[in-house]
């Protein structure tokens, strides 16, 4: 078994998660977008996007390194690689974006603070990925001996459409809002949120 192929039920079963939804940004700070990230989303955009490679990269990447960029890149984001904790627990597989407090680029250390799914069409699929994926992250974090993050956060997004999640005390709280890629001040508020917390 893999990331991708756990469902809800599967985590709650495997893990003991239990899921729930509710508001998480209600008071957000939004974030002016930057003309240059304006300026590469409107490229991405009419280049097309028409596999989940392609939108990672023209749409999500431009974000993430606005972020960085805004965060002095006090921050590492791996992209595509794997996140191999437990293969006997399933929790192995490649994940699109994972953010960490480590400044090391060469393999993924610890702390893992988000995770970013990005899927073609398939958001609520992406959900359940990315739930997965946190467990990992939180069980890396711990044989990492990083246990000082109790808050992890991921999201599933579609480049236009995205939906956060957060993982704390084995609940695993979906956002009941999702924000589309027009509202893209609330999506960098909701993200530099993350980032400082």
Request: with cysteine; charged share 25%.
């Given at each position: 078994m893999a990331y991708s192929e756990?469902?809800?039920?599967?985590?709650?079963?495997?893990f003991k998660v239990k899921f729930e939804a509710k508001e998480l940004f209600a008071h957000l700070k939004e974030q002016v977008p930057s003309p240059w990230l304006l300026e590469a989303l409107q490229k991405g955009k009419e280049l097309g996007f028409g596999s989940e490679k392609s939108r990672s990269e023209r749409l999500v990447t431009p974000i993430l390194l606005?972020?960085?960029?805004?965060n002095n890149?006090?921050?590492?984001?791996?992209?595509g690689m794997n996140l191999d904790v437990d293969e006997k627990l399933g929790l192995r597989g490649e994940c699109d974006f994972i953010f960490s407090h480590s400044r090391i680029q060469?393999?993924?250390?610890?702390?893992?603070?988000?995770?970013?799914?990005?899927?073609?069409?398939?958001?609520?699929g992406g959900t359940i990925q990315c739930a997965a994926q946190l467990i990992g992250a939180k069980k890396f974090n711990e044989l990492e001996g990083n246990k000082a993050i109790p808050i992890l956060y991921g999201c599933s997004t579609t480049g236009i459409e995205w939906?956060?999640?957060?993982?704390?005390?084995?609940?695993?709280?979906?956002d009941e809002s999702r924000y589309l890629l027009t509202e893209l001040p609330k999506i960098l508020g909701i993200l530099q949120f993350i980032i400082e917390s």
């Amino acid at each position: 078994m893999a990331y991708s192929e756990f469902t809800s039920v599967d985590l709650i079963k495997k893990f003991k998660v239990k899921f729930e939804a509710k508001e998480l940004f209600a008071h957000l700070k939004e974030q002016v977008p930057s003309p240059w990230l304006l300026e590469a989303l409107q490229k991405g955009k009419e280049l097309g996007f028409g596999s989940e490679k392609s939108r990672s990269e023209r749409l999500v990447t431009p974000i993430l390194l606005e972020l960085s960029s805004n965060n002095n890149s006090s921050f590492s984001v791996y992209s595509g690689m794997n996140l191999d904790v437990d293969e006997k627990l399933g929790l192995r597989g490649e994940c699109d974006f994972i953010f960490s407090h480590s400044r090391i680029q060469d393999f993924i250390t610890a702390p893992i603070f988000c995770i970013t799914e990005a899927k073609k069409q398939n958001l609520e699929g992406g959900t359940i990925q990315c739930a997965a994926q946190l467990i990992g992250a939180k069980k890396f974090n711990e044989l990492e001996g990083n246990k000082a993050i109790p808050i992890l956060y991921g999201c599933s997004t579609t480049g236009i459409e995205w939906r956060f999640l957060k993982y704390e005390n084995n609940i695993i709280t979906i956002d009941e809002s999702r924000y589309l890629l027009t509202e893209l001040p609330k999506i960098l508020g909701i993200l530099q949120f993350i980032i400082e917390s």
